[in-house]
T-cell receptor, first 112, second 114 residues
């Protein structure tokens, strides 16, 4: 079974620029998650999709972050404009049910 | 509100000594419990999980954890650690009826010294 794919692996941008991350979940996994992991902290859930629909985006800074999941498969997370405090690892995960969550390797974003 | 607390931010221990990493949660509904390990510059790897049944759960790399419903805890233990166990450990909880949302604790840094 292929894992959760994320790209790019690393990204360095200047503040106020925009950036997008891509995630391809495991085939058949209806639920997709985006987490933000700031250095030294635990992952924080930004947004959760169930198929195409958003079921939780309560911690997504909606003035600058947006996410979509096309056709219930791939997903993109965008930041526009980026701030210094957005520097973090962005993790994508998928699950079929509560039995198993699979995480991607993450995208490490540095905002300078 | 539902939350996860890892009581120790750092745990130093000597090689071959036992270790316990503590995790408590707050919830009014049934929970599913997980421990993940993260090595430097790597992703999250599942160590073990509790979904139902026996409250003592065994995982990979010799780790085990015990679910204690009355104390709302899920502490991780290993009887004898190795240098290679040095990593960040995260407790995570999914709450029944919450669309399987997985909430993480802040993490515990395990440092194994020779």
């Amino acid at each position: 079974e292929a894992g959760v794919a994320q790209s790019p692996r690393y990204k360095i941008i200047e503040k106020r620029q925009s950036v997008a991350f891509w995630c391809n979940p495991i085939s058949g996994h209806a639920t997709l998650y985006w987490y933000q992991q700031i250095l030294g902290q635990g992952p924080k859930l930004l947004i959760q999709f169930q198929n195409n629909g958003v079921v939780d985006d309560s911690q997504l800074p909606k003035d600058r972050f947006s996410a979509e999941r096309l056709k219930g498969v791939d997903s993109t997370l965008k930041i526009q404009p980026a701030k210094l405090e957005d520097s973090a690892v962005y993790l994508c995960a998928s699950s079929r049910d509560v039995d198993g969550y699979t995480f991607g390797s993450g995208t490490r974003l540095t905002v300078v | 509100a539902q939350s996860v607390t890892q009581l120790d931010s750092q745990v130093p221990v000597f090689e071959e000594a036992p270790v316990e990493l503590r995790c408590n949660y707050s919830s009014s509904v049934s929970v599913y419990l997980f421990w993940y390990v993260q090595y430097p510059n790597q992703g999250l790897q599942l160590l073990l999980k509790y979904l139902s049944g026996s409250t003592l759960v065994k995982g990979i790399n010799g780790f085990e954890a015990e679910f204690n419903k009355s104390q709302t805890s899920f502490h991780l233990r290993k009887p004898s650690v190795h240098i290679s166990d040095t990593a960040e450990y995260f407790c995570a909880v999914s709450f029944s009826g919450g669309y399987n949302k997985l909430i993480f604790g802040a993490g515990t840094r395990l440092a194994v010294h020779p």
